[in-house]
């Protein structure tokens, strides 16, 4: 029941989550979600294809690395802000829920119907970044003590870069870099988010990679 208030206040309450859990910037929960999203993305997306499953999970991992590592810089360079890389690692890998979500929506409707065609394949993957965005902000709200409105205004360009480099991948391959979501139609993975969005076995999540499908960090997203 715990579990299930937190992660319900984590996807509908993020504010109240960062604010209510003391968050400091503990990586721990973060990489275990992360890992448990790049794992199912890559069940989810593989087709059956050991190699193409693994490069799913590896890609979302990265996309996790380099997503951080951006709105690290962005904090530093546009945020002229204090921190170190580890809590923001950590804040970006709770996007990797809206993800897991996503992979598993698209996937469960890929089993049942068929597929998606690329314009709903994009549409997904901007609800789920979409999701990640206060999840991202109150989360690095969290961990340098700047008001979420302050810290929106640092990120804003780097999520920008993430929706333009999904959005992009799925125009010229069909899939999401780093979101997890699939097509249904290749079980094979395309390079691709970091944000660049966390990894997608088609191809957060705000986020290199292999891709069939819609992200900190391969679900939908938001890699």
Not at 116 to 131: D, G, K, Q, Y
Not at 166 to 183: D, V
Not at 199 to 208: P, T
């Amino acid at each position: 029941m715990q579990i299930t208030l937190a992660a319900k206040t984590l996807l509908f309450e993020q504010q109240q989550f960062f604010r209510k859990e003391s968050f400091s910037g503990h990586l721990t929960l973060p990489a275990l979600l992360t890992l448990l999203y790049a794992c199912i993305a890559a069940v989810c997306t593989s087709g059956g294809n050991i190699f193409s499953g693994v490069g799913t999970a590896v890609v979302i991992l990265i996309a996790w690395i380099v997503v951080a590592a951006v709105f690290y810089l962005a904090i530093k360079v546009i945020g002229h802000t204090e921190c170190t890389y580890t809590p923001i690692l950590a804040a970006t890998g709770y996007a990797s829920v809206p993800f897991l979500i996503g992979t598993l929506v698209t996937s469960i409707v890929t089993t049942t119907v068929g597929g998606f065609s690329t314009t709903l394949i994009a549409l997904m993957t901007i609800a789920v970044l979409f999701w990640c965005i206060p999840i991202w902000v109150y989360a690095v709200s969290a961990v340098i003590n700047l008001p979420a409105k302050a810290v929106l205004h640092i990120l804003l360009l780097p999520i920008l870069l993430i929706f333009v480099v999904e959005l992009g991948s799925i125009i010229t391959t069909g899939s999401p870099l780093a979101a997890g979501i699939s097509s249904g139609n290749s079980g094979v993975p395309v390079a691709a988010d970091p944000g660049v969005s966390m990894g997608s076995g088609g191809g957060m999540s705000f986020s290199i990679g292999t891709a069939s499908g819609p992200g900190m960090g391969g679900g939908p997203g938001p890699q």
